[in-house]
């Protein structure tokens, strides 16, 4: 079993700042990558950012600038720190935890990509 608590959404307004973080727990041997993605009313689920065990990054190009996307690998947590916000940035968040499981051999096997509930994120103008 895998949980994931993601914290940190909200309303605030055009131009405001939150911070979501997420935190997996659980039957990890280890993470590869966390990261979030997002899904607007009416559109599909789209990749917003993610960050590996080693640091690499990926942004969506409409959000390259404004968001941060940042990991703690002690705390398996990472954090998305979203700035100049947008109404177009309007959606639920999804944390995603990409990672090993022991496996019934005793070895670490990769694990499904796991998905946290979503946390709303509203902005308004």
């Known amino acids: 079993q895998v949980q994931l608590v993601e914290s940190g959404g909200g309303s605030v307004q055009v131009g405001g700042s939150l911070r979501l973080s997420c935190i997996a727990s659980?039957?990890?041997?280890?993470?590869?990558?966390m990261g979030w993605y997002r899904q607007a009313p009416g559109k599909q689920r789209e990749l917003v950012a993610d960050?590996?065990?080693?640091?690499?990054?990926y942004y969506a190009d409409s959000v390259k600038g404004r968001f941060t996307i940042s990991g703690d690998n002690a705390k398996n947590t990472v954090y998305l720190q979203m700035n100049s916000l947008a109404v177009e940035d309007t959606g639920v968040y999804f944390c995603?935890?990409?990672?090993?499981?022991?496996?019934?051999?005793?070895?670490?096997?990769?694990?499904?990509?796991?998905w946290g509930q979503g946390t709303q994120v509203t902005v308004s103008s």
């Open positions: 659980g039957s990890i041997f280890s993470i590869n990558a």
């Open positions: 960050i590996t065990s080693g640091g690499d990054m």
């Open positions: 995603t935890v990409d990672y090993w499981k022991l496996g019934a051999h005793g070895g670490p096997m990769p694990a499904d990509v796991y």
